[in-house]
């Protein structure tokens, strides 16, 4: 074999840039990076205003708290609690009671986790009813999208080989090893990326979207029988905050996920769609 010929039998590491997600995707995706951030914050400041959770249709006029944010008062000090279920954890400077301006402050959650920063619930209300339609009418326009341009059905709807378990168990070892995809399979979302995505499109976003409409007297009185279907307002408000917490741990999971399996890489797709791959191909 001569050596031209066995040189071109050697592989080397190359880079190839495809083109991941659309213009549509990418800019759904900020804007409910930015509306979801305004949620969370303006939805905390709503919180503080009444800083239990229950189960029922009646609250503090007649159903036990399942959940509590509060602070006791000794003469003393003042000491911040958190009480799930009868169990009362100490959480003095986080939750309960914070340091404002040098000065303890019995407040659920503080000054920096709201918005505003004061208490003022007329104008977190405001805050989140705008950034609550942005986010429904963002999150129509993605949905529509996905589904007439084939996106749902290609990239986030799994096959019937993927949802195998030796499928499922083997990724779920390889993202415990930090061991992400190279190459062709690189190019698509993995199974549990799939399952997680759809997870929050298809079931957590919704329940958030139609709890928080329960709350609201007007459209109870429109559909009576959301009311019904969460077991009453205050369980509407608890599942409201389940869910809202739910969607806090999956965007620190994801944004570790990006962090490890390449920073740059994955936001520059995200900003412009052009995403790396690093392939074996032939010598040029």
């Not at 205003?49 to 189960?55: I, N």
């Not at 059905?153 to 061991?179: F, K, N, Q």
Request: with cysteine; glycine share 8%; net charge neutral.
């Amino acid at each position: 074999m001569s050596a031209q010929a066995s040189n071109d039998n050697i592989h080397y590491p190359r880079t190839v840039f495809i083109r991941r997600h659309s213009i549509v995707t990418r800019l759904t995706h900020w804007l409910n990076v930015l509306c979801l951030s305004f949620l969370l914050l303006s939805g905390l400041q709503i919180f503080n205003a009444h800083p239990e959770l229950y189960w029922g249709h009646y609250g503090a006029n007649g159903d036990p708290p399942v959940l509590t944010i509060g602070s006791n008062d000794d003469g003393l000090a003042s000491s911040g609690f958190v009480r799930i279920a009868g169990l009362e954890l100490p959480t003095t400077g986080v939750l309960g009671v914070s340091n404002v301006d040098g000065e303890w402050t019995a407040r659920a959650f503080p000054s920096w986790a709201t918005i505003p920063s004061f208490q003022d619930l007329a104008a977190g209300r405001r805050w989140h009813f705008f950034f609550a339609w942005l986010f429904v009418i963002n999150g129509i326009v993605y949905l529509g999208f996905s589904v007439l341009s084939g996106h749902f059905r290609r990239d986030l709807a799994p096959t019937a080989h993927e949802l195998s378990p030796s499928h499922i168990g083997r990724e779920v070892l390889d993202h415990a090893r930090l061991r992400f995809p190279k190459g062709e399979e690189a190019k698509h979302y993995n199974t549990l990326q799939k399952l997680t995505y759809l997870a929050v499109i298809v079931v957590l976003l919704p329940l958030m979207v139609a709890t928080g409409l329960t709350m609201s007297p007007g459209i109870d009185a429109a559909f009576p029988v959301l009311i019904e279907i969460f077991g009453g307002r205050q369980s509407a408000r608890t599942i409201h905050f389940i869910t809202a917490s739910a969607l806090v741990i999956f965007v620190v999971v994801h944004v570790a996920m990006v962090v490890l399996s390449g920073t740059w890489n994955n936001i520059r797709s995200m900003i412009t769609g052009r995403y790396a791959i690093h392939e074996n191909g032939p010598q040029s």
